[in-house]
């Protein structure tokens, strides 16, 4: 053993002491909850208050959280013609202490030492292996975290049926949602290292955002056969958000932890805010002929603060068909399906999922120094580049799908099929260092999107007592780049990969290019200077007896899965319930960075 084994392994070895990581850093798991609720229902009056708080302790020692919540719901029928009502809602989730290092137990040997003889953590269990063998529980007995989420959300409405209009209605939504996040954090000194280590930070942040919704609808019916329903919609809404972190390094001393920053010899204040407003406007049409034709017709105006002065607001209209067949005559004669449905639709939804402020040119500051003994000095220097055409991603999606259910109600599901092209999208580029930024937001390409999605639902065996479903879900997905930059500047006659981005033309956009492993090198393989058996072997592509960066890497895989599939078995008997899911997900590569600790 003493071969392979360092010595503070052997020396555990032979005095028979070994160590389980994972019962090292487990706990006992449980969840204490208590829940009450109080609700009421009158010809006027819909009332629901509920209260709930829990304990939880994870699997993982010092994984503990506090949850409580309140929330309300009224309803009040003022007149015939008004209704008012509110939905609030209050959460605080607490979570206090560090948890062990779960990434850091795949790592540990057996033999490893843990805790000093004054019982408290070593740095390294293995010290002789250094980084790689890192004390899982050394943050939990050396570090300290108060983290609290809290969530205040309330919505108002008020429905008016316009007196003397039949189907004609006003509704109006107002809700505001207020957010706060309270990350506290310490590093105590550990009194074997002679460095001083010493940190503690505060972090405040809070949120507010508000949506207010106009919704005029009517409904009404022609004769037998015909219904409309026409609704318009006009709406804004505001998003503002403002963090404040201050970070204080060797502490002269850290009993007092984050409530005494000014001990520190090196503080750091950070602070930021932002705010970001939209509007909307929607009408839409339903039609219904014999209450088994559908026909549905949408078109959205979006506007968004986040995009560049010129592109603000983008249009998206969509349509969809709906054919429900098991109402036809010649359906029902042949007594196969309880209900079957074909239905099919066109349209455009936008994105607007950047941070504010991308389509701007920005500046950040920075502490220098100028000269030997010069105090330091602020600078302010450009750090984003302006995009004045900077606009919304659309996605173009058609689908075609089928609805079904048979053997009254035992058998069901559904199948679709889709086909999306996502244009203009919003994609942080990589810039060459000598422009003095590292990327910009813009606009760029094309991605395809194909795929199939199945659901089946059965009802396998049932009685008074006993049942026995199962549900399953199937995916798949083809992705690819279409275009980029449209540019062909090597003249092949195709269009450029931009291999910076790891972008391929004809290829999913989220690949690895890379080397291609070929296994390990073995005792008499002829092998490239400073190579030893053991090490990692890649094929030479192009066959000249070399490794280039430039001719020896392809695309070795996607970070997608090809396919995605679960099936779920419940079990019903007497009031009890066991499910068994199964999950699966399929064709994709992942990164295995446990096998170096780097």
């Known amino acids: 053993p003493s071969s392979y084994l360092t010595l503070t392994e052997a020396d555990n070895l032979n005095a028979g002491r070994t160590i389980d990581a994972y019962d090292m850093i487990s706990q006992k798991a449980n969840i204490f909850s208590t829940d009450i609720s109080v609700a009421g229902r009158t010809d006027k009056v819909n009332y629901f208050i509920s209260a709930s708080q829990a304990n939880e302790k994870g699997l993982v020692l010092n994984d503990n959280l506090k949850r409580s919540s309140f929330r309300t719901n009224l309803d ?66 050396l570090q300290a975290a108060e983290n609290v989420r809290s969530n205040l959300f309330a919505n108002g409405y008020a429905i008016v049926k316009i007196p003397g ?40 942040w809070k949120a507010a955002d508000w949506v207010v919704e106009n919704i005029i609808d009517y409904n009404r019916r022609f004769g037998k056969d015909h219904a409309i329903d026409v609704t318009l919609m006009y709406g804004s809404n505001k998003f503002t958000s403002e963090s404040t972190t201050a970070t204080a390094t060797q ?4 009993v007092l932890g984050w409530n005494n920053l000014q001990s520190g010899a090196i503080f750091t204040v950070r602070s930021s805010a932002d705010r970001t407003s939209g509007i909307s406007s929607m009408a839409r049409l339903n039609y219904r002929f014999k209450n088994k034709y559908l026909l549905t017709l949408t078109a959205r105006r ?6 560049a002065a010129n592109n603000k607001y983008a249009t ?38 950047i941070d504010p402020y991308q389509s701007l040119s920005l500046a950040s500051t920075n502490y220098y120094v100028f000269g030997d003994g ?3 000095s602020l600078g302010i220097y450009p750090s984003n ?29 559904s199948v679709e099929l889709y086909h999306m092209k996502t244009n203009d999208l919003l994609v942080e580029r990589s810039l060459p260092g000598m422009t003095g930024y590292t990327s910009i937001w813009t606009n760029l390409g094309r991605i395809d999107n194909k795929g199939i999605e ?8 049932k009685s008074n007592k006993f049942e026995w479903r199962s549900d399953f879900v199937f995916s798949t997905n083809q992705n690819k780049i279409v275009s980029l930059y449209g540019s062909d500047a090597d003249g092949d006659g195709k269009e450029d990969d931009d291999l910076g981005n790891r972008w391929f033309i004809g290829s999913p956009i989220d690949v690895y290019y890379d080397y291609v492993y070929d296994g390990l090198y073995q005792h008499g393989d002829i092998m490239p200077t400073g190579f030893a058996p053991g090490f990692a072997k890649f094929l030479d592509l192009n066959n000249d007896g070399n490794l280039t960066a430039a001719d020896d890497r392809r695309i070795v895989g996607q970070k997608q899965p090809k396919y995605r599939w679960g099936i779920t078995n419940t079990f019903s008997y007497s009031g009890f319930q066991l499910s068994v899911f199964i999950n699966a997900m399929q064709g994709w590569i992942g990164e295995f960075n446990e096998i170096d600790y780097n």
């Open 302 to 307: 979006d506007g968004s603060s986040v995009f």
């Open 165 to 204: 209009i039949e189907g004609l209605s006003y509704r109006l939504n107002v809700s505001a949602n207020s957010r706060w996040i309270r990350d506290y954090n310490l590093t105590k000194q550990d009194p074997y290292l002679t460095a001083n280590t010493s940190e503690a930070s505060k972090r405040n």
């Open 454 to 461: 199945i659901t089946l639902n059965t009802v396998n065996v």
């Open 316 to 353: 998206f209209p969509s349509a969809a068909l709906s054919w429900i067949a098991s109402d036809e005559q010649f359906i029902k004669d042949l007594n196969i399906f309880d209900m079957l449905k074909l239905r099919t639709s066109y349209g455009a939804v936008g994105n607007q999922a």
């Open 76 to 141: 009040l029928k003022i007149t015939d013609w008004l209704t008012i009502g509110t939905n609030a809602m209050y959460s605080e989730n607490i979570q206090k202490g560090v948890p062990a290092l779960v990434a850091r137990a795949l790592r540990q040997s057996p033999y490893g030492t843990w805790f000093r003889e004054d019982g408290t953590p070593t740095q390294f269990t293995v010290p002789e292996d250094g980084g790689a063998s890192g004390n899982p529980l050394r943050p939990t007995h």
């Open 251 to 254: 502490l002269a001393s850290d």
């Open 385 to 413: 580049i302006s995009n004045a055409d900077l606009k919304w991603e659309t996605t173009y999606i058609a689908n075609i799908g089928l609805d079904f259910s048979v053997l009254k109600g035992r058998v069901g599901g």
């Open 374 to 376: 010069a105090p330091s």
